[in-house]
């Protein structure tokens, strides 16, 4: 089993700045892929970005804005969301992909005032 923990969404202005982050813990060796996902209530789950061992991938809403990157020894994702605009609010999940199955983080808030 994989256990992810989401934490950094909150309040923000347009145009500023939140740094998301997902803590694995368990089974996390072997893990393919590290995603961080976005939903809004009625609406189908985005993927923002992904980070594999072969580089990172993008959402076109979001290229340029967002960056996604680990840090190894503590076994955190981070997802560093700039320029942010009032269609970035959502709640953000951190996804993880081991051996074909899914593991899902319980979501953060993420709020962009005009």
């Known amino acids: 089993q994989v256990q992810l923990v989401e934490s950094g969404g909150g309040l923000v202005q347009a145009g500023g700045s939140l740094r998301l982050s997902c803590v694995g813990s368990?089974?996390?060796?072997?893990?393919?892929?590290i995603s961080w996902y976005r939903q809004e209530p009625g609406k189908q789950r985005e993927l923002v970005a992904t980070?594999?061992?072969?580089?990172?991938n993008y959402a076109d809403s979001v290229k340029g804005r967002f960056t996604i990157f680990r840090d190894g020894a503590k076994n955190t994702v981070y997802l560093q969301m700039n320029s942010l605009k009032p269609e970035d609010t959502s709640v953000y999940y951190c996804n993880a992909v081991r051996y074909g199955q899914f593991y899902w983080g319980q979501g953060t808030q993420v709020t962009v005032s005009s």
């Open positions: 368990g089974i996390i060796y072997s893990i393919d892929a």
């Open positions: 980070i594999t061992s072969r580089g990172t």
